[in-house]
């Protein structure tokens, strides 16, 4: 199956804080791609990133890093000195190559709470 | 540059009407897809077009439900006989298969569909 896990469902933090949102993917693909978007309440998908297969190296950005391990299938996404505004729902979604997919699949989303 | 719209925002009907939603793409982007999101999970695939072409719909995609995109541009869900089971949000992406290679899609506010 190819599919993407996001175990937590909600995340409550006070501002300031740092947070890890887990995302766990399974593919059969060698050639795959992993995203994270941002669903604040106002409702719109925002893309924050998109991740190769075949480049593991981490990213940050910001406030924001991103650490893919292929070793554990994961792609978790980390908010340092969280704001009240970061205050969403994350999802982790995933394409892949070999057969040509290029809809997304999407985990279930983690919603974050981040309290003044 | 505008993003993604979709039309309507909001629609109420009555168990067994038909209903018909439209997507704007970014201009100039050739792919587009639907999603339909429901509470509390993440957006779903239903259908993918590159320029005119449908090339790819999910199991999820009933023979209650049809999509088009004419001319390549916008495009239209039509649902019909709804069920309350359909109600949901209906999200619309696009992307560029000249740009990143078509990987990152960017979404529309989405169209929350409510059957009475």
């Known amino acids: 199956a190819q599919k993407v896990t996001q175990a937590q469902t909600e995340i409550s933090v006070v501002e300031k804080e740092d947070v890890t949102l887990d995302c766990v993917y399974e593919?059969?693909?060698?050639?795959?791609?992993l995203f994270w978007y941002k669903q604040p309440p106002s409702g719109e998908l925002v893309f924050l990133i998109r991740?190769?297969?075949?480049?593991?190296q981490n990213e940050i950005s910001g406030r924001y890093s991103w650490n893919f391990q292929k070793s554990t299938s994961s792609f978790n996404f980390t908010i340092t000195a969280s704001q009240v505004v970061d205050s969403a729902v994350y999802f982790c979604?995933?394409?892949?190559?070999?057969?040509?997919?290029?809809?997304?699949?999407f985990g279930s989303g983690t919603r974050l709470q981040v309290q003044p | 540059d505008t993003g993604v719209s979709q039309d309507p925002r909001h629609k109420i009907t009555k168990r067994g009407q038909n209903v018909t939603f439209r997507c704007d793409p970014i201009?100039?982007?050739?792919?587009l897809y639907w999603y339909r999101q429901t509470l509390g999970q993440g957006p779903e695939f239903l259908t993918y077009?590159?320029?005119?072409?449908?090339?790819?719909k999910s199991r999820l995609l009933s023979d209650r439900f049809s999509a088009e995109r004419p001319k390549g541009s916008f495009s239209t869900l039509e649902i019909q006989r709804t069920e309350q089971g359909d109600s949901a949000m209906y999200l619309c992406?696009?992307?560029?298969?000249?740009?990143?290679?078509?990987?990152?899609?960017?979404f529309g506010p989405g169209t929350r569909l409510t059957v009475l």
């Open positions: 991740r190769n297969s075949f480049d593991e």
């Open positions: 201009s100039e982007h050739n792919r």
């Open positions: 593919t059969r693909d060698t050639t795959y791609y």
């Open positions: 077009f590159q320029n005119e072409a449908q090339l790819e």
């Open positions: 979604a995933l394409s892949w190559e070999d057969t040509g997919r290029r809809a997304l699949t």
């Open positions: 992406a696009s992307s560029s298969s000249t740009s990143g290679g078509g990987l990152e899609q960017f």
